[in-house]
């Protein structure tokens, strides 16, 4: 094993530069901002000593300077700590609802793929259905019966943005009930349940871990989305949504109110793609 | 002939069964809601109704009736058209569409259009070309990233604020669409725009391409008339789903922009427990995806002439 994946390395060694390729920049810069956001999220205090919530009226509007790097609201409270205690939120949200979203894609997938003719063809019709409704339209709907707040507001996005991932997970478990493996198991006398277990869910689940990755990003965004209506957490609470609505008010005095929480929102997209693709990259073996 | 004919009436079928699925996921999520329809119906919290006139306008509305009775008479009031009286603007739910939808329409539309040409711009010129590939894929993927209100935002403070090039706000005239076009457009750029480009490169590698430079083709020439043609093919599809995504991000958009439309629409009308208006957008939201996935099917045809007999 060793020696046949040593040997394409090493032929092509001389023809590679020592530096890292600026491709391999992308990746790096993506982890090194992940690992930022999860001590963010896990350990704020680390990376910051001021109080997200501390008000100091005085120093209210301040631009961005070396006391506060990301200035400061219309109360004096400080931006880069708003957005470091975000993190936690934001995380917290864009994770439950990936893992909402996927649990019932997988669980639907799982129906319509193993379930008989009549099961696929009602999940055929149900993500046909489902992808006529825009993921925020979906959300509103959700948090119209279930109100704000951010357990409802987990469910709203996981559900919204579920007919998408159905929709991938249903073709992967297609893909792997009709190949040769799977055949080779019920030939052999193994029972369904265990058939699912070892082989169908290893199988489809391995393009899952990228589609996670990125998803949590796009979740991010989406929950964003809806705070910034208004159905998220209430301000002054330090979740990025909330604060790019709050500095909505105040956008033609103080744009880094709104900028930088924005700021915090694109790179956690970007890096969650760029992961994601690095990640597919070294699953596939590319 | 008939095949055509099967396949259209199967996607009539399948765009009712949508319509359906819509009306009654509307009538089950306003029907979950916490809060009384008939507070809304009488003009919100603070009017403080007496319980005679709560108990008139639950008659009125159908609401005393049993919730299976109240879906019948709902979906076959939908089947004939009557879309019902709005509650919070006391007229009819086919009216505020009537008023509302043409600024959304319009909205999307030029978005879809800035997109496509932003995504074509980037991708044609570039696709396969070292550095200057690399950079403008680089910018898709941020351009994908970025949050339509977040973009809004920062296009209201620069150019509406700051330089005051372009109105903040309102609903009126070209100016005006300017900067909600380009919050909405840019990001969609950047999802048509690596779709494209992903196609294109795989496209560039297939025989022809080789057999058309073989023929003394410039490079230019194979790109727009070889190369772009099975490129666009992903791209129309994204775009059907992108007609829905718009409708979403139009929410914030409309009310950034002080616009009137119906994502704006959909959201005043949630918060209110508005039911027949939010059903009516709903629907309408389902009928233009209907409608969009219709189109795409033409333009399938028309982009590739391969399916034209093959399809089923």
Redesign the interface.
């Known amino acids: 094993m060793t020696s046949l994946s040593l040997a394409p390395s090493v032929a092509r060694l001389p023809s590679r530069r020592r530096l890292p390729r ?1 491709g391999q920049l992308g990746p790096a810069a993506a982890i090194l901002f992940l690992t930022l956001l999860a001590i963010a999220a896990l350990a704020p205090h680390l990376l910051t000593h001021a109080d997200p919530l501390a008000i100091a009226p005085r120093d209210a509007f301040q631009a961005p300077s070396i006391a506060h790097p990301f200035g400061t609201d219309q109360s004096g409270r400080d931006i880069l700590a708003r957005v470091i205690y975000g993190a936690r939120q934001s995380l917290a949200l864009g994770c439950g609802a990936i893992t909402l979203s996927l649990s019932i894609a997988t669980i639907l997938a799982l129906i319509g793929g193993l379930g008989g003719r009549i099961a696929e063809q009602a999940v055929r ?1 149900l993500i ?2 489902l ?7 979906l959300a ?6 279930l ?1 704000s707040g951010i357990g409802p507001l987990i469910v709203a996005i996981g559900v919204g943005s579920a007919a998408g991932y159905t929709r991938m997970v249903f073709g992967q478990v297609l893909s792997v009930r009709d190949a040769g493996y799977v055949e080779a198991a019920r030939a052999l006398g193994h029972s369904p349940a265990r058939i699912v277990v070892r082989h169908i869910l290893p199988n489809a689940f391995r393009p899952l871990v990228v589609t996670a990755t990125m998803g949590i ?1 796009q979740t991010v ?1 989406w929950s ?2 809806l705070s ?2 208004g159905l998220g957490a209430p301000p002054p609470a330090a979740e990025w949504g909330t604060m ?1 609505s709050m ?2 008010d105040f ?2 005095e103080a ?1 880094w109110m ?2 930088f929480p ?1 700021l915090a ?2 790179l956690t ?2 890096s969650t ?2 992961a994601g693709r690095a990640l597919q990259r070294a699953i596939e073996g590319r | 002939m008939t095949h055509l004919l099967h396949r259209a009436a199967w996607r009539l079928l ?1 765009g009712i ?2 319509l359906l ?2 009306a009654s ?2 009538f089950a ?2 029907h ?3 809060g009384d329809p008939v507070t809304a119906i009488l003009g919100g919290a603070s009017a403080n109704p007496t319980p005679e006139a709560i108990a008139a306008a639950r008659h009125e509305y159908g609401l005393d009736r049993p919730i299976a009775v109240q879906y019948a008479l709902y979906i076959a009031r939908i089947a004939r058209g009557d879309l019902g009286q709005s509650f919070s603007q006391h007229m009819p739910v086919i009216a505020v569409l009537r008023a509302q939808a043409p600024p959304t329409l319009a909205l999307m539309a030029s978005s879809l259009a800035v997109a496509w040409l932003l995504a074509l711009l980037s991708v044609v010129p570039t696709a396969r070309r070292g550095v200057a590939g ?1 950079i403008a894929s680089t910018l898709e ?2 351009g ?7 973009l809004g ?2 296009l ?2 620069g150019l509406a ?1 700051e330089w005051r090039l372009l109105p903040p706000a309102g609903n009126h005239g070209l100016p005006a669409l300017v900067l909600p076009t380009l919050s909405l457009a840019i990001p969609l750029a950047g999802f048509i725009a690596q779709v494209m480009r992903e196609s294109f490169d795989l496209a560039l590698d297939q025989p022809f391409i080789l057999t058309a430079r073989a023929r003394g083709l410039g490079d230019g020439a194979v790109r727009l008339r070889h190369a772009l043609r099975h490129a666009l093919l992903p791209c129309v599809s994204l775009s059907t ?1 992108a007609v ?6 139009a ?2 958009i409309e ?2 922009f002080s616009r009137q439309g119906l994502g704006r629409e ?2 005043l009308s ?1 918060a209110t ?1 508005d039911m027949p208006l ?1 059903s009516g957008i ?1 629907l309408f ?2 009928l233009t ?2 409608l969009a996935g219709f189109a795409a099917d033409t333009l399938y045809v028309l982009i590739d002439p391969r399916l034209k007999g093959t399809r089923p």
Do not use: E, K, S
């Open positions: 600026p019709w046909d259905i992808f006529a409704f825009p993921v925020l339209v509103l709907l959700c948090t119209a019966t109100g990003g965004v964003a989305a910034f209506l790019l500095g909505r956008i033609a744009w709104t900028f924005g929102i694109v997209m970007l793609t760029v | 399948g069964l949508v699925a819509a996921l509307t999520a306003l979950l809601t916490p690399a993927t941020i994908a990233g970025l949050p339509q209100f977040w935002i920062l209201l403070w604020f789903w829905g995504a718009l409708v979403g991000n929410v914030a009310i950034i959909l959201f949630v427990h939010v709903v939201i389902a995806y209907i």
